[in-house]
């Protein structure tokens, strides 16, 4: 699948506002983040509890709280690292909140445990001290044998209908041997989606998709997954995504409407993305749901999935699906345009490793560092030059979609102004300066695709996407 497509219009949005020179690209692939916090072991999981605190989750077995401002509490929330078995894509993985937190304060976590078993547990946080849980609490609702010490899957989430939302990988090695991803009497390899507030642990919901079907696992929510690295639900929509990691060729996200009634095969190990795997006893392609964004293996190797940004309705982000690679450090959204899935590479920071975004309450994103230890936080960008002090308005229009670009400013000291244009590989197609208040220029001859325009007065200046057909 390819990450640029064909719009009908060009349309500009303003993506940077940073430094000039021949590293534009560089700037825009790195700032879109901030540091909110530091000091962190381990972070694969981070999320919230219906308040202004961040939990995040550290893989050897803590679970660490956050204030709004990024200070780290001293004292873990959770310690249950006594019970967790820690190592490789092991340890304590997940961690959810129940909707009615603030009043019956359950939570539920997703560990590896003796025997190399998943465990889903619940547990209550203290009755005195709201930055405690109390570890004594713990109430299994499933463990689940993992063959192999890899593919865990390991997150777990609460939808808007209420139930409890499990990821497994399916099993570990390589290839999925036991091809338990395609095996309905198998919990791995699936989505599962249970009831915690009836039945004892748990109950089934009866609209799942096997519901009281004999010789399959009535948990089953969606199947056919290899190792679902972070699902999250979209907070306006209720649509699902799941990153799902790929074995030696693809990485693949895949999306699944709120309107659906579960059942989706995602393909593996009969397929690795869009290409075929191991197709020996499969179905015909039809029979699958193939993911809306897959990216082959180079410097990229592991997805990580993330969420919709739903936190500011006016940043050119908003709607769009966030994910990362673990290799690269390379952070894209994923968007609909004109009917196309759209991907756009938002930035990238190596030396992190990242391993899990999150939301806080009011729909803010956060991305979590697991080599670094550092959670960063997503921005807007959408700063404009005119708000800096002393720095001239900038507006970049395109008049009457005939393929001209127009800069006008209300600079009037003949100070110059340096252009820049990249495509989407950060390749220079355009540069010009001139000292005029308006300047435009010619993009007909450009390939349609996805740029950067860079826009420099005065040593500052903003960098704007634009989109050709």
């Given at each position: 699948m390819?990450t640029?497509?064909?719009?009908l219009?060009v349309s500009?949005?303003l993506?940077?506002?940073g ?12 700032t ?13 999981s ?5 308040d202004?605190?961040?939990f995040?989750?550290?893989q050897?077995?803590l679970v ?7 200070n ?16 490789g ?16 304060g359950?939570?539920?976590v997703?560990y590896v445990?003796?025997g190399?078993s998943?465990h ?8 005195t ?8 609490s713990?109430?299994?609702l ?5 063959p192999?010490s890899?593919?865990?899957?390991g ?14 990988g ?5 290839g999925?041997p ?7 009497m198998?919990?791995l390899g699936?989505m599962?989606r249970?009831d915690?507030?009836?039945g004892?642990?748990?109950?089934i919901?009866e ?6 079907s004999?010789?399959m696992?009535?948990?089953i ?9 972070r699902?999250s ?7 699902l995504?799941i990153a799902?990691v790929?074995?030696?060729a693809y990485?693949?996200?895949?999306f699944?409407?709120?309107a659906?009634t ?7 190990r ?6 075929a795997y191991n197709?020996e006893?499969?179905n015909a ?6 993911p809306v ?6 410097p990229?190797c ?5 969420y919709?940004y ?5 940043s ?19 968007h609909?345009?004109s009917?196309n899935?759209?991907?756009e ?5 190596t ?9 806080d309450m009011?729909?803010?994103l956060?991305v979590a560092?697991?080599?670094?230890g ?8 959408v700063?404009?030059?005119?708000e800096k002090?002393?720095?001239p308005?900038?507006k ?5 979609g ?5 800069i ?5 000291n003949?100070?110059g102004?340096y ?7 950060g390749?220079?197609?355009?540069s010009?300066?001139t ?7 010619d ?10 325009l860079s826009?420099s007065i005065?040593?500052?200046s903003?960098?704007?996407k634009?989109?050709?057909?």
């Amino acid at each position: 699948m390819k990450t640029l497509h064909k719009i009908l219009t060009v349309s500009l949005l303003l993506l940077y506002t940073g430094t000039a020179g021949c590293k534009e690209m560089q700037a825009i692939d790195t700032t879109g983040l901030v540091v909110f916090a530091t000091g962190l072991t381990a972070p694969v999981s981070i999320t919230h509890a219906g308040d202004s605190r961040l939990f995040v989750v550290d893989q050897h077995g803590l679970v660490m709280l956050l204030d709004s401002d990024g200070n780290v509490n001293s004292v873990p929330f959770l310690d249950i690292a006594n019970r967790v078995v820690y190592g490789g894509e092991r340890g304590l993985l997940g961690i959810a909140f129940h909707p009615n937190y603030k009043t019956n304060g359950y939570f539920y976590v997703n560990y590896v445990g003796k025997g190399d078993s998943t465990h889903i547990s619940r547990f209550s946080v203290n009755t005195t001290n709201p930055d405690r849980a109390d570890p004594a609490s713990e109430l299994n609702l499933l463990t689940i044998y993992q063959p192999f010490s890899n593919h865990n899957g390991g997150d777990l989430c609460f939808g808007p209908d209420g139930y409890l939302y499990i990821g497994l990988g399916d099993g570990g090695s390589g290839g999925d041997p036991g091809n338990r991803a395609q095996n309905l009497m198998l919990l791995l390899g699936k989505m599962l989606r249970i009831d915690v507030d009836n039945g004892t642990p748990y109950s089934i919901p009866e609209t799942n998709p096997f519901y009281a079907s004999l010789g399959m696992r009535n948990e089953i929510w969606a199947y056919g997954l290899r190792n679902p690295w972070r699902f999250s639900f979209d907070r306006l929509t209720g649509d699902l995504w799941i990153a799902d990691v790929g074995q030696t060729a693809y990485e693949e996200i895949n999306f699944q409407p709120a309107a659906s009634t579960g059942g989706e095969n995602y393909g593996w190990r009969c397929y690795e993305a869009n290409a075929a795997y191991n197709t020996e006893g499969c179905n015909a392609p039809s029979s699958y749901t193939f993911p809306v964004y897959a990216y082959p293996h180079g410097p990229e190797c592991s997805t990580t999935g993330g969420y919709v940004y739903r936190y500011s309705a006016s940043s050119p982000f908003y709607g769009h699906y966030f994910f990362a690679d673990y290799c690269s450090g390379k952070i894209w959204t994923l968007h609909k345009v004109s009917g196309n899935w759209v991907a756009e590479t938002f930035g990238q920071l190596t030396g992190n490793n990242f391993s899990a975004f999150g939301e806080d309450m009011a729909g803010r994103l956060y991305v979590a560092g697991l080599t670094s230890g550092k959670i960063y936080r997503v921005t807007d960008n959408v700063t404009t030059l005119n708000e800096k002090a002393g720095s001239p308005a900038v507006k970049v229009i395109n008049p009457g979609g005939y393929g001209k670009i127009r800069i006008e400013t209300d600079r009037n000291n003949g100070t110059g102004m340096y252009l820049n244009l990249f495509d989407a590989m950060g390749i220079k197609r355009f540069s010009s300066n001139t000292r005029a208040s308006n300047y435009e220029f010619d993009i007909s001859s450009l390939s349609g695709g996805i740029y950067f325009l860079s826009v420099s007065i005065d040593g500052k200046s903003q960098v704007h996407k634009l989109i050709k057909n």
